[in-house]
């Protein structure tokens, strides 16, 4: 494992709400990437209430 970089990262964020299934189902996603790398970056989907869990 590497040590942290002793500078400061520029990270971006980006939401998304995407749509599957010919429109049945939606849901949100939220990207944190860094700015300078196009594979460093993280997404996560998101719920809006445990109901709409499956």
Same mark, same amino acid.
């Not at 995407?18 to 949100?28: K, L, P």
């Not at 996603?29 to 970056?41: F, M, N, P, Q, V």
């Given at each position: ?12 964020? +980006? !939401?998304?709400?995407? $749509? ?5 189902? @939606?849901f949100n #996603? &939220?990207?944190?990437? +860094? !700015?300078?790398?196009? $594979? ?5 989907? @998101?719920?809006? #209430? &445990?109901?709409?869990m499956r």
């Amino acid at each position: 494992m590497s040590p942290p970089p002793s500078h400061r990262e520029s990270l971006r964020s +980006r !939401a998304f709400e995407i $749509t599957v299934d010919d429109g049945r189902e @939606t849901f949100n #996603a &939220l990207s944190i990437e +860094r !700015a300078d790398c196009e $594979t460093a970056w993280l997404i996560s989907d @998101t719920v809006y #209430a &445990l109901e709409n869990m499956r």
